[in-house]
């Protein structure tokens, strides 16, 4: 096993400066995309992907609602539907890397197809999850939130907040800040892109028979918060943490253990997908 620089450390060596500076120009602008791409990630990576896809934990239907309304706080514009998410996981892990994965990158020229591919296949599901029974454990429902945190009035009230945010806190001379916008505005899909685009493609592998082509991208994700050791992953999928070696760190993994600490949840180490 080799572990060479590719694409993710490029990304990762533009993403660190690029944050400081945005910080150097206005603190109010880098706290705020700071809060929504961890949290909006956060939310995504426990909720929808460890929680809602694989069951690694267990939780009350009170707690679910709990973290139903954070999740809508912080993913914002781009709010998923955790069972709708759910189903699309589950039918990734069964088809990794064929084509009827719903977004494995190597059927498809840019990553611009792939989103597109993939948004069509989630707005199926979320319209009509009863048609995926195979794929649909039923985790969570909270029906009328659902229909709620993707509603166009919901989606388009979150965008132009963020941007009255930009309006209020960019100094003036710095108007190219609003190119992160749309950032804002798409960042569940534009996390999804990232982790599976480069987590099929660029990385190493700790292991060679998960039957796809899934790899680390590198050993400690800071940028995605352990979402990019796909290959970890998906060798182990129900683990609460995606670092499997010694010299690897998955930055959530312990805000998740915090968590089954303080009794907000329980680890669930015998559900199977």
């Known amino acids: 096993m080799k572990i060479k620089p590719t694409i993710p450390y490029i990304l990762v060596a533009l993403f660190i400066p690029t944050l400081i500076a945005i910080y150097w120009i206005s603190v109010p602008i880098g706290l705020f995309f700071t809060i929504h791409w961890y949290g909006a990630l956060a939310m995504q990576s426990f909720f929808h992907h460890r929680y809602s896809?694989?069951?690694t934990v267990v939780m009350s239907k009170r707690t679910e609602k709990l973290f139903f309304i954070i999740s809508w706080i912080l993913q914002g514009s781009s709010f998923l539907n955790p069972r709708a998410y759910g189903i699309m996981h589950r039918m990734h892990h069964d088809f990794s890397d064929t084509k009827s994965d719903p977004h494995s990158p190597h059927f498809f020229k840019d990553i611009f197809g792939m989103m597109w591919h993939t948004k069509k296949i989630?707005?199926?599901i979320s319209d009509h999850p009863d048609k995926y029974e195979k794929w649909d454990t039923k985790r969570p429902i909270w029906s009328w939130f659902e229909k709620m945190g993707e509603s166009l009035i919901s989606r388009l009230s979150?965008?132009?907040s963020y941007s009255v945010f930009y309006l209020i806190f960019l100094?003036?001379?710095h108007e190219y800040l609003y190119l992160l916008l749309p950032i804002h505005w798409l960042m569940n899909p534009f996390h999804g892109a990232l982790v599976n685009w480069c987590g099929h493609k660029y990385g190493y592998r700790n292991y060679e028979d998960t039957n796809d082509k899934s790899v680390n991208c590198l050993p400690l994700d800071i940028m995605l918060l352990g979402e990019w050791f796909q290959n970890n992953h998906h060798q182990?999928?129900?683990?609460?943490n995606l670092a499997k070696?010694?010299?690897e760190f998955n930055p959530l993994y312990p805000a998740i253990w915090f968590g089954a600490f303080i009794g907000l949840y329980k680890f669930n180490h015998h559900e199977n997908l």
């Open 53 to 55: 896809a694989h069951g």
């Open 122 to 124: 989630y707005i199926e």
């Open 158 to 160: 979150w965008g132009i």
């Open 171 to 173: 100094p003036s001379g």
């Open 236 to 240: 182990d999928k129900d683990s609460p």
């Open 245 to 247: 070696k010694w010299w």
